[in-house]
């Protein structure tokens, strides 16, 4: 049993990383805590699902939707954000304006296709489960886990290793300098918001295939998630998000399978708790993006 | 200020002088309704208000003391304060003489005492946990507490040759954690033994920790207590864990919606839930529904939407008896209620719950559809 449940908690993780990473990207370039992300995520999988409905398969399915969360979320972050930048505004009126805007979006979204929970058609993925010894993992498990290694890994290839991310982390670090550098901070800004964009479209598909329910709200559902994995994590820390998703859901699925299921909530609550008491930055200390 | 007075008198001069806007005359009877009409569980009061609509068509076309009844629907969008706030608007503004709703356990214990306080009648279609109607002398359910359901189901299961069970249940709702209790207590009764009690958050969707856990007992039935989507998330998720048939699966009220068919396909093949009413019920009575239900919203309806059309006509049969729309003479003539509907026979005990659990039906998911069980 053990075996098996340390193989649910890494795959419940390799779930809550995937979601954060395109959040974490945004809130640690853009300075923003936008909300509307757990909405891309859901315009993601809303899209593949009927991209499926259309007959079209996985492969394609995918990537178009992941595409296609990244349009909206640019849309998104120039209607509700551009004007908010060039004032200057405070960070708490863009956490409104995006809590605001994305409310109004969910709303409009359910009552436009109702608030039932779909499938994407089932034999979209394989649901053949692999057995190793007493552990089974289903291929849409896997295709999450292999996901996950792989925009991580691209992710800090794009900013380690590329001129636009080099870009994207002088932004992070001083927007003013970086634009006083002769860098376009405003189409450095829509790339962000298209690739978090893109990274939430990505986990909504992959995350509403593995557990079969996609529904207009199941962006929010995740959120609460989602923050406390990039605070955890550190603001802006890619692999931060990856460690901090990996750990939450490894010790939330012991925390059911061997203290209490009635825990499984609060204990992920009570790590946020604990890391802001003693680690401000984050668990791991530092923010790659303004850091690196 | 003046302006506002002019302007009422001439909308009740103009009133004044039209011809009788309603065929039958009067001012219609204002009632009102708390459902759930948006976010995550707005199936529920979408279904209800379906139920209603089409029994208030019913009603208004014989009319009710010779008025009609204008039916009020708010949004509570599952959320106490809301619902609170819904009845507020009902009772005060709109003075309704009763309330249908809201639609969770957890809003009527909110919602109760509101309407209890102020003395017009509230009647529960789909709230199921124990204690709704101790609230207070003005609160009615017409939904069959889920006390009376279980104890059918699990005797079923029990006859199929279950000796050992695990509980599943939602801790974050009211309704699910009553159904919990309730299962809890029927299971002792039934001598079945309790091999492990695990919940989850009724917005979760992974359920592998608690899953595993259970698999690895192998327990002969496995019993959940929680509303429609989580259950269809546990469903789904224990056959990729490698549950079989060899465990049988059963349902509180919750899973008691063609959505679990829907959402979880033959995941949910096997599942045995009871149900005050099933779509395929062959009396004229219900029949006659399910064509006209069929007709004007294009879809089966389902015991939500089947409870809510008897209740319309149950509410406006009191009216009836009552003589008069107000709310001390409708709580008094609901009382004495003996209706026929289409979960059967209907009155209500001295505590204002459902008197009969004749009408309980065993029901099976099997190829995604709910079937009378094989016995």
């Known amino acids: 049993m053990l075996a098996q449940q340390l193989v649910n908690g890494v795959l419940l993780g390799a779930v809550y990383a995937l979601f954060a990473l395109g959040f974490t990207l945004m809130f640690g370039v853009l300075r923003v805590i936008n909300l509307t992300y757990g909405f891309y995520f859901s315009a993601g999988a809303l899209l593949a699902l009927w991209m499926a409905r259309q007959g079209a398969p996985i492969w394609l399915a995918l990537p178009l939707a992941a595409l296609g969360a990244g349009c909206v979320a640019v849309v998104l972050d120039w209607v509700l954000l551009t004007r908010l930048r060039r004032i200057q505004a405070p960070e708490l009126s863009s956490l409104m304006v995006t809590l605001g805007g994305v409310l109004a979006l969910y709303s409009a979204l359910t009552s436009w296709l109702g608030p039932d929970i779909r499938r994407l058609p089932p034999d979209l993925v394989a649901a053949d489960a692999f057995h190793i010894g007493e552990v089974r993992v289903t291929a849409a498990q896997l295709l999450i886990l292999g996901a996950t290694t792989l925009l991580v890994a691209a992710l800090l290839a794009l900013m380690r290793g590329t001129r636009l991310g080099l870009a994207i982390r002088a932004m992070a670090e001083k927007p003013d300098a970086a634009q006083l550098m002769g860098i376009d901070t405003g189409r450095a800004a829509a790339l962000v918001s298209f690739i978090s964009g893109c990274l939430a479209g990505a986990g909504g598909v992959l995350i509403g295939l593995n557990f079969n329910a996609i529904h207009p709200y199941m962006g929010e559902a995740m959120m609460l998630r989602g923050f406390v994995v990039i605070i955890v994590g550190g603001l802006g820390d890619i692999r931060g998000a990856l460690l901090a998703g990996l750990a939450l859901g490894v010790i939330e699925v012991m925390t059911a399978g061997y203290v209490s299921s009635g825990l499984k909530e609060a204990v992920a609550f009570l790590i946020l708790v604990a890391v802001l008491w003693t680690r401000p930055s984050g668990l791991f200390g530092r923010a790659v993006l303004r850091r690196a | 200020m003046l302006r506002r007075s002019l302007l009422a008198v001439a909308v009740a001069a103009t009133l004044a002088m039209a011809p009788p806007a309603l065929a039958q005359g009067g001012a219609p009877i204002p009632v009102g309704a708390i459902e759930i009409l948006s976010g995550p569980n707005a199936a529920y009061g979408t279904a209800i208000r379906a139920g209603l609509e089409l029994a208030l068509e019913e009603v208004n076309a014989q009319g009710v003391l010779g008025r009609k009844i204008a039916l009020t629907v708010e949004d509570s969008a599952a959320n106490k304060d809301q619902a609170i706030n819904a009845a507020r608007k009902l009772i005060g503004r709109d003075k309704v003489v009763a309330i249908i709703g809201p639609t969770l356990s957890n809003e009527m214990f909110a919602v109760g005492p509101v309407a209890n306080e102020r003395k017009i009648p509230i009647i529960g279609t789909s709230t199921t946990a124990a204690g709704i109607t101790e609230i207070g002398p003005y609160v009615f359910r017409t939904s069959l507490p889920e006390s009376d359901v279980i104890p059918v189901t699990l005797a079923r299961a029990k006859a199929r040759g279950v000796k050992t069970v695990a509980l599943m249940y939602a801790n974050d709702d009211a309704f699910s954690k009553s159904g919990f209790d309730t299962m809890k207590a029927a299971a002792e009764k039934a001598g079945l ?177 709910f079937g009378v069980a094989p016995q």
């Open chain 2, 193 to 369: 033994t309790i091999l492990a009690i695990e919940s989850f958050g009724s917005k979760d969707t992974d359920f592998s920790a608690q899953l595993t856990k259970i698999r690895a007992l192998k327990p002969d039935a496995v019993s959940i207590s929680a509303l429609v989507e989580p259950v269809s998330g546990v469903l789904l998720q224990a056959r990729q864990l490698g549950f079989g048939k060899e465990t049988l699966f059963v349902g509180g009220n919750g899973s008691n919606s063609p959505k679990l068919g829907e959402i979880a396909g033959t995941a949910a093949d096997g599942l045995l839930v009871g149900s005050p009413w099933f779509v395929g019920k062959d009396d004229p009575a219900n029949q006659a529904f399910v064509t006209r239900f069929r007709a004007k919203n294009g879809r089966d309806p389902d015991q939500f939407a089947a409870q809510a059309y008897d209740c319309m006509h149950i509410l406006a049969d009191a009216i009836t008896r009552a003589g008069a729309a107000e709310p001390a003479k409708i709580r008094d003539a609901l009382l004495e209620t003996k209706y026929s509907g289409v979960m059967g026979p209907f009155t209500f005990t001295q505590g204002r719950d459902p008197a009969s659990t004749e009408g309980v039906v065993v029901l099976a998911m099997q190829g995604g559809k």
